[in-house]
Structures are given as structure tokens and as C-alpha cells.
């Protein structure tokens, strides 16, 4: 089994930054795409942000040259640095990881964090 935890969420003034990061633990080979996702209520969760293990890189147009993702394999952690925040970035905030957890086998799973909070005053 594979847990993600996140953690760095919280209450932030309009303009202000936070930094998010979600570990993954467990039976893990190797991690390809991990990203981040949100979601408010009444909404679908919607992609944020994601990264391969390779560096490339994807985001939402409603974040682009405000948020940044990056990772490190070394320790299966991925990160969020969120700047410029706006009231509308206020959401749970969940990671999602692609893992291999067998070296003997190509099959994947993906798995979710358990989410954290963001809200950004205005």
C-alpha cells in the first residue's frame, strides 16, 4: 500500500505565498506523474499542476506564472510553491501520484493524499 501525505496548507492574506508538499511512503519501485489537484465544494476537482519524473511540467491557465511544481524522486516528495495567491485559489488541495510498487511488474496505481486546506483572504 501507498500513503501521500500533504502538508503546508493553511490561511494566507490576497498576494501572499504558501509552499505545499505531499510524501508518498510505502511499497514504492518508482513514482512517474504526481500532481496536485483542488477542489471546492459543489465543484469537480480540477488539476492544478503536475510533473513527470522526467521534470516536464503542465498547468492550469488559472495558475500559470503563479505557481510552480517540482519534485524530488530522492525522497518521493512533491511540491507546490503557490505565489500571488488569490481569494479564488481557496480550495482543498489533494495530491495524486502514478506508482509502480513492483520492480517485477509495469502495472501502475494511482493514489490520493487526504487533502489540505488553503483559503486566502481578500
Known amino acids: 500500500q501507498v500513503q501521500l501525505v500533504e502538508s503546508g496548507g493553511g490561511l494566507v492574506q490576497a498576494g501572499g505565498s504558501l509552499r505545499l508538499s505531499c510524501a508518498a511512503s510505502?511499497?514504492?519501485?518508482?513514482?512517474?506523474?504526481m500532481g496536485w489537484y483542488r477542489q471546492v465544494p459543489g465543484k469537480q476537482r480540477e488539476l492544478v499542476a503536475r510533473?513527470?519524473?522526467?521534470?516536464?511540467?503542465n498547468y492550469a491557465d488559472s495558475v500559470k506564472g503563479r505557481f510552480t511544481i517540482s519534485r524530488d524522486n530522492a525522497k518521493n516528495t512533491v511540491y507546490l510553491q503557490m505565489n500571488s495567491l488569490k481569494a479564488e485559489d481557496t480550495a482543498v488541495y489533494y495530491c495524486?501520484?502514478?506508482?509502480?510498487?513492483?520492480?517485477?511488474?509495469?502495472?501502475?496505481?494511482?493514489?490520493w493524499g487526504q487533502g489540505t486546506q488553503v483559503t486566502v483572504s481578500s
Open positions: 510505502g511499497s514504492i519501485f518508482s513514482i512517474n506523474t
Open positions: 495524486k501520484a502514478d506508482v509502480r510498487s513492483d520492480a517485477g511488474s509495469y502495472s501502475t496505481a494511482w493514489y
Open positions: 510533473i513527470t519524473s522526467g521534470g516536464r511540467t
